[in-house]
């Protein structure tokens, strides 16, 4: 069974870059195409994709508005995915989630992803 867990998240002063963290077990990184990757959901709102990145091709999608600010990397030595968040905002104050998927399939998309960790607040002040 796969597991992950956020962790990093926490207060930043807006202007201020941060860095989340996955762990993740029970999860095959030599799995072909298999997707993993970062999102997010305001209060009330839907959850969307930030940042995912496919097993073996590394094929990234972005949501565009975080194109220049956000980027994703993982250490599959340590069974880790992370987030850089540069130049935060107000708007950026969520939880993200890191979620994996258990088929391939192409995209960001919340309905791809089978495998969600529990979620980590992030709070940008102003």
């Known amino acids: 069974q796969v597991q992950l867990v956020e962790s990093g998240g926490g207060l930043v002063q807006a202007g201020g870059s941060l860095t989340l963290s996955c762990e993740v077990s029970g999860f095959n990184w030599d799995d072909y195409g298999i997707g993993i990757g970062w999102f997010r959901q305001a209060p009330g709102k839907p959850r969307l994709g930030v940042l995912c990145?496919?097993?073996?091709?590394?094929?990234?999608w972005v949501q565009d508005s975080l194109k220049d600010l956000f980027t994703i990397s993982k250490d599959i030595a340590k069974n880790m995915l992370y987030l850089q968040m540069n130049n935060l905002t107000s708007e950026d104050t969520v939880v993200y989630y890191c979620?994996?998927?258990?088929?391939?399939?192409?995209?960001?998309?919340?309905?791809?992803?089978?495998?969600w960790g529990q979620g980590i607040q992030v709070t940008v002040s102003s």
């Open positions: 979620a994996v998927q258990q088929s391939a399939w192409p995209g960001c998309a919340v309905g791809a992803y089978d495998f």
């Open positions: 990145i496919t097993n073996g091709q590394n094929k990234i």
